[in-house]
């Protein structure tokens, strides 16, 4: 952004080389539930382009609609640990301060309940507002 000299907004919200890396290293070993996911979001669903495996702040989320501030997560099993729990909240928390709506999935939905995943996905993206 023109006004915005320590560059930490934007596509990235000043997300580190680390977090680059991270990014790079997770697009290579996607898992089958993201495998899965992505071949439907990689369709621009209604014309909103998503990235995967997508570095902003400080961290990666696995799908990303900027033009929308959107994030997709799918959660594996460490999810349902305590702390994991905690700092996802966290997590949630502070990308909101960004502006970005955040939705969860568990691997066990997109694998059984995938027309569901896709009908919310959906209904999140109609219900969205494009951001300039």
């Not at 495998?35 to 400080?58: D, S, V």
């Not at 900027?66 to 959660?75: G, N, V």
């Not at 990308?95 to 969860?104: A, C, H, T, Y």
């Not at 568990?106 to 569901?116: A, R, S």
Request: charged share 25%.
């Amino acid at each position: 952004m023109k006004n915005d000299p320590l560059k930490i907004s934007g596509m990235h919200d000043g997300a580190t080389p680390s977090v680059f890396r991270n990014a790079a290293t997770l697009r290579l070993n996607m898992t089958p539930t993201e495998t899965k996911l992505w071949e439907y979001l990689k369709t621009k669903p209604f014309g909103f382009k998503f990235r995967r495996q997508h570095p902003i702040a400080g961290y990666v989320l696995d799908f990303y609609c900027h033009k929308l501030r959107f994030s997709i997560e799918i959660d594996g099993a460490y999810h349902l640990d305590k702390d994991q729990k905690e700092k996802d909240v966290e997590r949630t928390m502070n990308l909101e301060n960004l502006g970005i709506s955040e939705i969860r999935f568990t691997n066990n939905q997109v694998i059984n309940e995938f027309e569901n995943v896709l009908k919310t996905i959906n209904e999140r993206i109609l219900n969205s507002s494009p951001q300039p």
